[in-house]
């Protein structure tokens, strides 16, 4: 389905009963991302919010694709899997032997179908270019800042329009842009992105680089630039594939770039490479964190259109879940068949926790046929797209629900040997990762749980058995450990062993690492054949039986390389050291950021305003409750 407008997806969403109007003034400095933070973390999402009254001329639209319900509704779907069988067919369709000349010309229609998919360009004026504003002001616009330590007002889902100075093909990324005055932004695009990438050829030849930022329009338009297409495919292709209709583009008024027709908003402009970077941040990131300032390009706006009835679009990130969970879930379904059919076939599912924030865990399920098959899957996920980001891959055969987050980890559990199953790597990593020892790479874990194969059963290593059908009914073993025995240790849990899966968290006081490690060895001693295999240690203020907290903290808190360890005594068994890596204390030297919550007077605020909004009882803050996890400092941790 196509929408026209993004009106018309606000209709939609209405009609639906999807969509919470709200018409008192909410600020979009702080309140309505932590308004949108309570509804987003409801159960199914809660609803999207539509605020009339932003002290602008432009109402925001937030939370509009946060649940499963919406993100089918934004790209047209009933079911995110639906594009990915699509692709399936088609290929098959048009690579299937022909045998007659009949049969190849039944072909051309098949063909014919990705032609009509393919972007085209207008003579005419786009409705996005209704209202021009030739002296461009961005205060018009109600941008937000979502979090209190944010360096100030951000857009939230630009779509990034990018062309490459050699061959003109366009890219349309999404990169958040910081507002440093009324016509100029800084643009965020991380060193792996096509963006950056224009952005160095245009340096290298000393062009200034033209750019425009669209908002709005089809949603499927937003959700397009998100997603990891090749280097060169045009998003509005895939766009034109999901809409089931070509995507108009009309040229922008002061640059030479092409922008949709029917988008809400645009603003032009350019970014000259001569210029000294802008330190752009802090901003409160989708990992949870604050990602810290860093040095970005500055991007000079020349014009601001807009279509007369505009809607700003925009979205928050921060502690899972918000809406960009479920883009992501989009991705993970959309893009598991073309996956398995051009680099692995034995794919049969895949899984992006919540949890591990896009990136920093991944679970595939395969059809296993020979020895090794996990490590060649794992080797081929990190050399593919941005996959190549991903930090721990756990790879599962059989017939587990993957989705079924303990039955994939009792499966998990009964199938892995930290002796054998354990696989280190480095690489290329998001530069959002702070637990990386230098930006942007650093190590990589991939843990095969797969059933194995006579050939991978080594006989002789301690811990490795041949009997894995006998583990996963067997019953666990806590390490033991008295109170007061360890002193830095404050408390072990025993919540997972009890339910068949073979970790132990172990809450431990602020400590070096060397002294951590120190921990790790003289814990061996407490430990038999039928203890955990993996032992997790974390800071002593998490609740160690939040295992969603856990599990969000834990992977964003490691470098597999330097943080995780296979220790052999009369077993072998998987440390984990997810502490807190306080600067000067131990072998990490980067600035660590700290988590986001909202400060005490914005949630009393909006607590004061709630009823008169229309969003039914009061949702407390989920500030709350994540506040025992802030520590001392602004967005970087000081202690």
């Given at each position: 389905m196509a929408y026209k407008s993004l009106r018309e997806y606000i209709n939609k969403l209405r009609d639906n009963d999807e969509l919470v109007i709200i018409k008192d003034f909410v600020d979009p400095v702080l309140e309505i991302a932590e308004i949108t933070d309570r509804i987003s973390k409801a159960p199914n999402g809660g609803k999207a919010l539509l605020f009339e009254n932003t002290a602008t001329e432009f109402p925001v639209l937030i939370n509009s694709m946060g649940s499963y319900r919406r993100m089918n509704m934004a790209l047209g779907l009933n079911d995110l899997d639906e594009p990915g069988e699509e692709i399936r067919q088609l290929l098959k369709d048009i690579s299937f032997p022909a045998a007659g000349l009949r049969q190849k010309l039944s072909i051309l229609p098949k063909l014919?179908?990705?032609?009509?998919?393919?972007?085209?360009?207008?003579?005419?004026?786009?409705?996005?270019?209704?209202?021009?504003?030739?002296?461009?002001?961005?205060?018009?616009?109600?941008?937000?800042?979502?979090?209190?330590?944010?360096?100030?007002?951000?857009?939230?889902?630009?779509?990034?329009?990018?062309?490459?100075?050699?061959?003109?093909?366009?890219?349309?990324?999404?990169?958040?842009?910081?507002?440093?005055?009324?016509q100029t932004t800084g643009m965020h695009w991380h060193r792996h992105k096509v963006g950056a990438r224009h952005y160095r050829e245009y340096k290298e030849a000393g062009i200034r680089m033209p750019v425009a930022v669209a908002l709005g329009g089809d949603p499927v338009f937003t959700y397009a630039a998100t997603a990891p297409l090749p280097d060169n495919m045009d998003e509005y292709m895939l766009a034109g594939f999901l809409r089931k209709k070509k995507v108009e583009l009309v040229k922008c008024l002061s640059q030479d770039i092409e922008v949709p027709a029917d988008a809400d908003i645009i603003i032009e402009g350019y970014i000259d490479p001569s210029e000294e970077l802008f330190l752009e941040g802090p901003f409160g990131d989708h990992t949870g964190f604050y990602s810290l300032a860093d040095w970005y390009p500055r991007f000079h706006v020349t014009c601001i259109t807009h279509r007369k009835d505009a809607v700003y679009p925009a979205t928050i990130v921060g502690i899972p879940p918000q809406e960009d969970v479920w883009i992501a879930k989009a991705t993970e379904r959309i893009f598991l068949i073309p996956l398995q059919l051009s680099v692995i076939p034995e794919l049969l599912d895949?899984?992006?926790?919540?949890?591990?924030?896009?990136?920093?865990?991944?679970?595939?399920?395969?059809?296993?046929?020979?020895?090794?098959?996990?490590?060649?899957?794992?080797?081929?996920?990190?050399?593919?797209?941005?996959?190549?980001?991903?930090?721990?891959?756990?790879?599962?055969?059989?017939?587990?629900?993957?989705?079924?987050?303990?039955?994939?980890?009792?499966?998990?559990?009964?199938?892995?040997?930290?002796?054998?199953?354990?696989?280190?790597?480095?690489?290329?990593?998001?530069?959002?990762?702070?637990?990386?020892?230098?930006?942007?790479?650093?190590?990589?874990?991939?843990?095969?749980?797969?059933?194995?194969?006579?050939?991978?059963?080594?006989?002789?290593?301690?811990?490795?058995?041949?009997?894995?059908?006998?583990?996963?009914?067997?019953?666990?073993?806590?390490?033991?450990?008295?109170a007061g025995e360890i002193p830095l240790i404050s408390a072990t849990g025993v919540s997972l062993l009890k339910t068949g899966i073979s970790v132990q968290v172990v809450a431990i006081k602020k400590c070096s690492s060397e002294e951590l490690w120190e921990i790790a060895y003289s814990l061996l001693d407490k430990t038999d054949a039928g203890g955990p295999a993996v032992l997790l240690f974390v800071d002593d203020r998490l609740d160690i039986d939040d295992i969603s907290v856990i599990t969000w903290l834990s992977t964003n808190n490691i470098d597999p390389q330097r943080d995780c360890r296979i220790l052999k005594k009369s077993r072998s068994m998987l440390f984990i050291d997810a502490s807190t890596k306080f600067p000067g204390l131990g072998e990490h030297t980067r600035d660590w950021p700290n988590i986001i919550v909202s400060d005490d007077s914005t949630i009393r605020t909006v607590d004061a305003k709630w009823s008169a909004l229309g969003l039914g009882e009061l949702i407390a803050s989920p500030s709350l409750e994540y506040k025992k996890y802030l520590r001392k400092g602004g967005a970087e941790v000081e202690e």
């Open positions: 014919g179908r990705f032609s009509s998919w393919m972007p085209s360009l207008s003579r005419a004026k786009g409705s996005c270019q209704e209202v021009v504003h030739k002296d461009p002001d961005l205060g018009i616009l109600p941008v937000l800042q979502c979090w209190p330590k944010d360096a100030g007002r951000f857009f939230t889902f630009p779509m990034v329009h990018t062309k490459d100075l050699h061959t003109g093909i366009r890219n349309v990324g999404m990169y958040r842009m910081q507002v440093i005055d009324r895949m899984e992006i926790p919540p949890e591990g924030v896009a990136h920093n865990l991944t679970i595939v399920k395969i059809r296993k046929d020979y020895p090794g098959q996990a490590r060649k899957v794992m080797n081929a996920l990190w050399g593919a797209g941005q996959m190549m980001l991903n930090k721990m891959l756990i790879v599962v055969d059989g017939d587990v629900d993957i989705h079924d987050y303990h039955a994939l980890a009792v499966h998990i559990s009964a199938n892995f040997d930290p002796a054998t199953d354990v696989y280190f790597d480095r690489g290329p990593l998001d530069v959002l990762d702070h637990a990386s020892v230098v930006m942007g790479f650093g190590g990589k874990m991939g843990i095969d749980a797969t059933a194995k194969l006579e050939e991978e059963l080594i006989t002789g290593v301690a811990g490795q058995a041949d009997k894995r059908a006998d583990i996963q009914s067997a019953k666990i073993l806590p390490l033991k450990i008295n």
